[in-house]
């Protein structure tokens, strides 16, 4: 899905100034061990927290002529470089204490508690738990990441969205999980949405706009362009198809939309029960800032992968 450019109006959300001194509200950039993150200054007035969004800065892997911190294991990057990246990253988060849980993760609405660390490595998108020294970590190069801390009963969650796991609530199906764990109240609960591609940068076609409206009755708020006319399109080819007067095979690309994915997920928080002044969001498109993140969109399969990082201090 290629990116596209939008009017000024939709841009603007996302066209703040990033440098090392000046972040979006709500945030606070910190560098330290060779590798720069970005903090919800919600999550770090938790004392009994560690949390952070990784950037591309700093690091040891190679990448486009310079250094990076890529923190996935790619074909294109060595397992000592991306392993001296994570143990930077840890250190910048000051939770080289903590070990290191993440996922295979595959676009669905699968969560998992862990109580200590894993033998292997879980297959999902989400991690919750109560377990202090347990550092739960996800993956992005464009999807949303979401961090969760629960600061009555000191439960967390690190949650991967992309479109498809947007689509399943797997924000939503997180909280209600625990909710039924840990007896997790939303309205306790504080969430910080990372760097994340923008809706400026996001276009989808009739077949992702049509799924998200049959399941969303809010999801026309999440679009720019002509979601009604592709969003109601039934699936039965046009009886009439000869009317339009071009030769079989050559009628037009159907339109195409763009999608709020940050909306979406901010909705389904709020849904849920959490309460609006209690969730962030970077609000920085990671296709539009490549000089700071990862994008898989905007870059293609050569890019790195960014880390999102939630702990309980022991």
């Known amino acids: 899905m290629k990116a596209t450019v939008l009017k000024k109006s939709t841009r603007k959300r996302f066209a703040q100034k990033t440098t090392e001194t000046?972040?979006?509200?709500?945030?606070?950039w910190h560098k330290?061990?060779?590798?720069?993150?970005?903090?919800?200054?919600?999550?770090?007035?938790?004392?009994?927290?560690?949390?952070?969004?990784?950037?591309?800065?700093?690091?040891?892997?190679?990448?486009q002529g310079g250094r990076a911190l890529n923190?996935?294991?790619?074909?294109?990057?060595?397992?000592?470089?991306?392993?001296?990246?994570?143990?930077?990253?840890?250190?910048?988060?000051?939770?080289?204490?903590?070990?290191?849980?993440?996922?295979r993760q595959i676009?669905?609405?699968?969560?998992?508690?862990?109580?200590k660390m894993p033998s292997e490595t879980p297959r999902g998108d989400a991690l919750i738990t109560k377990t202090d020294g347990l550092l739960l970590t996800i993956?992005?190069?464009?999807?949303?990441?979401?961090?969760?801390?629960?600061v009555r009963g000191r439960a967390i969650a690190a949650i991967h969205a992309g479109w498809r796991g947007t689509l399943v609530r797997i924000v939503a199906k997180t909280l209600g999980r625990m909710r039924m764990e840990f007896g997790t109240e939303p309205t306790d609960v504080l969430a910080a949405i990372g760097p994340a591609i923008g809706q400026c940068s996001f276009e989808v076609g009739p077949e992702v706009?049509?799924?998200?409206?049959?399941?969303?009755?809010?999801?026309?708020?999440?679009?720019?362009?002509?979601f009604e006319q592709i969003a109601n399109v039934g699936d039965e080819p046009n009886p009439l198809k000869w009317l339009s007067m071009t030769p079989p095979g050559h009628d037009p690309p159907p339109?195409?939309?763009?999608?709020?994915?940050?909306?979406?997920?901010?909705w389904q928080l709020t849904d849920s029960g959490v309460p609006a002044e209690n969730i962030v969001a970077a609000n920085l498109c990671t296709a539009c800032h490549t000089d700071l993140f990862f994008s898989y969109r905007r870059e293609q399969s050569r890019t790195g992968r960014m880390m999102a990082a939630i702990g309980i201090r022991r």
């Open 71 to 103: 923190l996935g294991f790619t074909d294109w990057d060595s397992r000592p470089a991306v392993e001296a990246n994570r143990k930077a990253l840890v250190s910048a988060l000051g939770a080289s204490a903590m070990k290191l849980v993440g996922l």
């Open 22 to 28: 000046t972040a979006p509200t709500g945030w606070q």
């Open 32 to 63: 330290s061990a060779g590798a720069q993150v970005l903090l919800a200054a919600s999550l770090a007035r938790q004392t009994w927290l560690a949390h952070g969004f990784s950037t591309r800065l700093g690091g040891k892997s190679s990448l």
């Open 255 to 266: 339109p195409r939309v763009q999608l709020d994915l940050i909306a979406a997920n901010r």
């Open 139 to 150: 993956q992005t190069a464009d999807c949303v990441p979401v961090l969760l801390a629960d």
């Open 209 to 226: 706009a049509q799924a998200f409206a049959t399941q969303f009755p809010d999801a026309q708020a999440w679009f720019e362009g002509k």
């Open 107 to 115: 676009h669905s609405d699968v969560i998992h508690r862990v109580d």
